[in-house]
T-cell receptor
Framework: QKEVEQNSGPLSVPEGAIASLNCTYSDRGSQSFFWYRQYSGKSPELIMFIYSNGDKEDGRFTAQLNKASQYVSLLIRDSQPSDSATYLCAVKTSYDKVIFGPGTSLSVIP | DAGVIQSPRHEVTEMGQEVTLRCKPISGHDYLFWYRQTMMRGLELLIYFNNNVPIDDSGMPEDRFSAKMPNASFSTLKIQPSEPRDSAVYFC??????????????????FGPGTRLTVL
């Protein structure tokens, strides 16, 4: 079992719809969770982080964390073509190491 | 703030040659990370430093890879000898510890633009 798993996609959603990206992790003691966005040919950039169970909202983005089920998700409301990118889930494990998932490719169709 | 600086941006070399990648972290950041990204394996952590000291090099694939951080503003990743399977994008990232967190914690990593390495 990989430490951090994501659906590779591609995930296609129409413009204006909600995009839902999911991530599961294996280390139950993981503490911090991050979502990075990576445009093609560019470097990853942080868009959200979450530490506590529940939801965290920032503009059109909502991160959801459920430690009991060991999953974290990212919702993008009112998706825009500019949101088309690969989204990387990163988990800081109990042994103080950040592990990145393989990424989910999102395509927002105008 | 210029962000994390990496050089060169592109490197094409022949198998067996030595390759040196360079990174200048953001001033004031005391964590520095080296990653490798490929389509097959995704983003892999190779090694990271805290206050210029290597903390975890378990991701370094083999003895051909070495990394140094002689001071707070400079790090190198060296591959000697290089092989075609080393072809990838190599990212350097830096971060600072979060306030109020337990010792050794770190938060947002700021990535450099990457070095695209091609070994023929």
């Amino acid at each position: 079992q990989k430490e951090v798993e994501q659906n590779s996609g591609p995930l296609s959603v129409p413009e204006g719809a909600i995009a839902s990206l999911n991530c599961t992790y294996s280390d139950r003691g993981s503490q911090s969770f991050f979502w990075y966005r990576q445009y093609s040919g560019k470097s990853p950039e942080l868009i959200m982080f979450i530490y506590s169970n529940g939801d965290k909202e920032d503009g059109r983005f909502t991160a959801q964390l459920n430690k009991a089920s060991q999953y974290v998700s990212l919702l993008i409301r009112d998706s825009q073509p500019s949101d088309s990118a690969t989204y990387l889930c990163a988990v800081k494990t109990s042994y103080d190491k950040v592990i990145f998932g393989p990424g989910t490719s999102l395509s927002v169709i105008p | 703030d210029a962000g994390v600086i990496q050089s060169p941006r592109h490197e094409v070399t022949e198998m067996g040659q030595e390759v040196t990648l360079r990174c200048k972290p953001i001033s004031g950041h005391d964590y520095l990370f080296w990653y490798r990204q490929t389509m097959m394996r995704g983003l892999e952590l190779l090694i990271y430093f805290n206050n210029n000291v290597p903390i975890d090099d378990s991701g370094m694939p083999e003895d051909r890879f070495s990394a140094k951080m002689p001071n707070a503003s400079f790090s190198t990743l060296k591959i000697q000898p290089s092989e075609p399977r080393d072809s990838a994008v190599y990212f350097c990232a830096s971060s600072f510890p979060s306030l109020g967190a337990s010792g050794g914690d770190y938060n947002e990593q700021f990535f450099g633009p990457g070095t695209r390495l091609t070994v023929l």
